[in-house]
């Protein structure tokens, strides 16, 4: 490792940015006998606007307690299963190698997060799990039988900025929250936010999509082409100027997506060359 490497960091969405849905409509809630994920999507607002909870904490509960009622309480093995069975985008699966190798002839070290409202749980259990420096999502509190008990962590549309600034500062444990407060000058921060790059597919990344462009770095609306209201999503996310740019959620070898994110990279690394040289009288 050389020190001359600028590190950027691409932060992902994972459900409809990475795969095509919901990583629970794969089989979660299928399994509890629904033949439309939409019908447990509605018990889920029903019940967080009775009771004023937040979504996604409605949504971990109902979960926890559909499985207790038919007497098979979750369990993490449940999850890995459900994570292996994921059906990711085109390319997704050499995406990171791809984008790793070409980054590394730019002189920048490339790291990929995830920022999602799914769960944890599933999302270490896909097939390219091993290529996120860090996985911030949703989780349970297991009880001593393994048992899910009781939501961990809650990640929503407004919390996921928090993880942005951990990875900013590089302070990534979730339970670290006196050195994320600590005052770091942004010029020394190991990951600047215009060294950052948001991918993303709807409304819930709104706030972090926006914080990002906002400083500087970019930001992508992907959508799933087999879905005109995804596009019309994307669309709204490039009219309002959350995003900086919108292209179809397909990952393979000379997309648009691979394209665009090369340049955005080509981009940084040009901008590296520029800050390195401010202040330097030969």
Request: charged share 30%; aromatic share 12%.
């Amino acid at each position: 490792y050389n020190s001359h490497m600028t590190k950027v960091a691409i932060l992902y969405d994972f459900d409809k940015t990475l795969c095509g849905k919901d990583m629970q409509e794969y089989s979660l809630i299928p399994s509890l006998g629904y033949d439309n994920p939409k019908d447990f999507w509605a018990e889920v607002t029903e019940l967080a606007s009775q009771h004023h909870m937040d979504a996604i904490s409605a949504y971990l509960y109902l979960l926890q307690k559909k499985f207790e009622e038919m007497d098979q309480p979750l369990t993490k093995q449940q999850f890995e299963g459900v994570g292996k069975g994921i059906v990711l985008y085109n390319g997704v699966d050499t995406w990171f190698k791809r984008i790793n190798k070409y980054g590394k002839k730019l002189g920048l070290e490339v790291e990929h997060y995830i920022i999602s409202s799914g769960m944890k749980e599933i999302i270490e259990n896909v097939t390219v799990a091993d290529e996120f420096k860090h996985i911030y999502a949703c989780s349970y509190f297991y009880d001593e039988n393994g048992f899910a008990r009781w939501p961990a962590q809650i990640v929503n549309y407004t919390t996921k900025t928090q993880y942005i600034f951990r990875i900013n500062k590089q302070v990534l444990d979730e339970n670290d929250s006196e050195d994320l407060n600590t005052y770091i000058d942004p010029k020394l921060r190991p990951i600047p936010l215009t060294k950052m790059v948001y991918v993303a597919d709807g409304l819930t990344d709104v706030p972090c999509m926006r914080l990002i462009k906002e400083y500087g770095g970019r930001s992508v609306a992907v959508y799933n082409e087999k879905s005109t209201k995804a596009k019309k999503i994307a669309e709204k996310l490039i009219r309002e100027e959350r995003a900086n740019y919108m292209v179809k959620a397909d990952y393979s070898e000379g997309s648009e997506m691979e394209t665009l994110m090369k340049m955005i990279l080509d981009h940084m690394s040009a901008d590296s060359a520029l800050e390195a040289l401010e202040g330097k009288i030969k």
